[in-house]
């Protein structure tokens, strides 16, 4: 089975189409491979076009440039495309073979991969960036937790937690997982007796 038609400036999905896509729950990534056949419309020369404007009616010349004048939308367009009628001429669309579905298909995993894939570095790159600057100031992260933590409450518990994480996460980026561990029995000895406290952390993997 081959693919039907490809509309032209499948492409060029404005916002209204993007929104439709994703309410109706259509798959981005099929139209995404379905778009890369997209025809290629060819513009006609510029010479064309000009040499039909003395084949236009005064009455037409005024249509037109009150259109343009007016700021509508398409102006400049419908003005080319009527040139191009003049001369006979349509705009040439190049467009690639069609395809199977199998190969749709298969080109629409390909995409999905892609996107996964720059999605992935993406989220690394700022996982990166995110511990280079906890590292310039990792004694203050640490003042940090011990100050949430004496404030006993659920709240600050949960963000000594995380920011607990993020320090052993940084220990582990920068090959000082030692350093952590030392730092991280201080404060586990020091708050040991808060049940809530020491909850958080099994729940987080920490201990």
């Not at 693919?3 to 189409?17: F, H, K, M, W, Y």
């Not at 199977?100 to 992935?120: D, G, N, S, V, Y």
């Not at 600057?133 to 006993?152: I, N, P, Y």
């Not at 997982?177 to 404060?187: G, H, V």
Request: hydrophobic fraction near 40%; glycine fraction near 4%.
């Amino acid at each position: 089975i081959e693919e039907p038609p490809v509309p032209t400036r499948l492409n060029q999905l404005d916002s209204g189409l993007l929104a439709l896509i994703e309410f109706f729950g259509i798959d981005a990534h099929l139209v995404a491979a379905a778009a890369d056949s997209t025809p290629q419309i060819e513009s006609t020369p510029q010479t064309d076009l000009t040499a039909a404007i003395p084949k236009l009616t005064r009455a037409e010349i005024e249509s037109h440039l009150a259109d343009i004048i007016r700021g509508e939308a398409g102006a400049i367009s419908a003005l080319k495309k009527h040139l191009a009628q003049m001369n006979n001429q349509t705009p040439a669309q190049k467009s690639k073979p069609a395809r199977t579905l199998a190969e749709l298909f298969e080109l629409r995993e390909k995409i999905e991969k892609q996107e996964k894939l720059k999605a992935r570095k993406g989220a690394e790159r700022k996982r990166i960036q995110k511990l280079e600057k906890l590292s310039q100031r990792q004694e203050e992260a640490w003042a940090q937790v011990a100050a949430l933590c004496q404030e006993k409450r659920a709240k600050t518990y949960d963000e000594a937690v995380q920011l607990l994480g993020d320090l052993r996460e940084l220990g582990e980026h920068t090959n000082q997982e030692n350093y952590f561990q030392q730092r991280f029995a201080a404060i586990l000895e020091q708050y040991s007796k808060s049940a809530a406290f020491k909850d958080r952390l099994r729940r987080a993997g920490l201990i």
